[in-house]
């Protein structure tokens, strides 16, 4: 099931090479310098090197960005980008894919987003489509955690899905402003920023209205939901429908 709305259909130019433009986000959630994200997908059988390739954005400003020299995207692979700076205007914009010789291999339609949030464009078949996608049923997903927003929010880097906000599910920490909030945002930036962490997404409600992913985190093994609430830094706060019972964690 992908929870997305249809948009136009893309008209892609012929290449030697099937690598495509797969996913982007020009307006994450929070701020867009340094969150911004594309990822490129290798459809074939072969391994395509696409060291010193270039990703470029055509509206306003043209900002352009290398892939490392010796990259190489093996068959069936993703990899994702992301540049240090604001690099993706939030409207009528697009992406070219241009190989080391300079030749256009893939771009993508103009389109827009000013919704500030995790949802993103992805090419789904002959078009690409505006949302969030429905993750595959009981997989724990890797990924690296590249900025903790507050105690029981995160944003996870993917190497699909780019940088996705994540909500651990079944607690409730303190507000910016409220007491306890440093402490539990401090503890959470100790245990798990720039850390690996494994996501068990929630199977009966994987997204909050606010499109982020609602899971339990583990780093090392460690149930960071649980450990939030028996530290004190968390209450409990369960939210039907949810596979999870975080009653267990007092």
């Given at each position: 099931?992908?929870?997305?709305?249809?948009?136009?259909?893309?008209?892609r130019?012929?290449?030697?090479?099937?690598v495509?433009?797969?996913?982007?986000?020009?307006?994450?959630?929070?701020?867009?310098?340094?969150?911004e994200?594309?990822?490129?997908?290798?459809p074939?059988?072969?391994?395509?090197?696409?060291?010193?390739?270039?990703?470029?954005s055509?509206h306003?400003?043209?900002?352009?960005?290398?892939?490392a020299?010796?990259?190489?995207?093996y068959?069936?692979?993703?990899?994702?980008?992301?540049?240090?700076?604001r690099?993706?205007?939030?409207?009528?914009?697009?992406i070219?894919?241009?190989?080391a010789?300079?030749?256009e291999?893939?771009?993508?339609?103009?389109?827009?987003?000013?919704?500030?949030d995790?949802?993103?464009?992805?090419?789904?078949?002959?078009?690409?489509?505006?949302?969030?996608?429905?993750?595959?049923?009981?997989?724990?997903?890797s990924?690296y955690?590249?900025?903790?927003v507050?105690?029981?929010?995160?944003?996870?880097?993917?190497?699909?899905?780019?940088?996705?906000?994540v909500?651990?599910?079944?607690?409730?920490?303190?507000?910016?402003?409220?007491?306890?909030?440093?402490?539990?945002?401090?503890?959470?930036n100790?245990?798990c920023?720039?850390?690996e962490?494994?996501?068990?997404v929630d199977?009966?409600?994987?997204y909050?209205?606010?499109?982020?992913i609602?899971?339990?985190?583990?780093v090392?093994?460690?149930n960071?939901?649980?450990?939030?609430?028996?530290?004190?830094?968390?209450?409990?706060?369960?939210v039907?429908?949810s596979?999870?019972?975080?009653?267990?964690?007092?």
């Amino acid at each position: 099931m992908l929870l997305f709305t249809g948009v136009p259909t893309l008209n892609r130019l012929s290449s030697p090479s099937d690598v495509i433009i797969y996913a982007f986000d020009q307006n994450p959630a929070g701020s867009d310098e340094g969150n911004e994200w594309v990822t490129f997908h290798n459809p074939s059988n072969e391994s395509v090197d696409i060291g010193n390739w270039t990703f470029e954005s055509t509206h306003g400003t043209t900002a352009i960005d290398w892939i490392a020299e010796g990259t190489t995207l093996y068959p069936s692979a993703y990899c994702t980008y992301t540049p240090h700076y604001r690099w993706l205007d939030n409207s009528e914009e697009a992406i070219i894919l241009r190989n080391a010789k300079g030749e256009e291999v893939d771009r993508t339609p103009v389109l827009s987003d000013n919704e500030n949030d995790t949802r993103y464009w992805m090419r789904n078949n002959s078009e690409w489509t505006f949302g969030v996608t429905e993750l595959e049923k009981g997989e724990l997903w890797s990924g690296y955690v590249k900025n903790v927003v507050d105690g029981d929010t995160v944003d996870v880097r993917f190497n699909i899905y780019g940088i996705q906000r994540v909500r651990l599910v079944g607690i409730n920490t303190p507000e910016i402003g409220e007491e306890g909030y440093e402490e539990a945002k401090e503890f959470v930036n100790k245990t798990c920023l720039c850390e690996e962490v494994k996501l068990d997404v929630d199977d009966m409600k994987q997204y909050d209205s606010h499109y982020r992913i609602l899971a339990v985190v583990y780093v090392n093994d460690t149930n960071l939901n649980e450990k939030l609430v028996r530290e004190g830094y968390a209450e409990v706060m369960y939210v039907p429908p949810s596979e999870f019972n975080p009653y267990v964690w007092v």
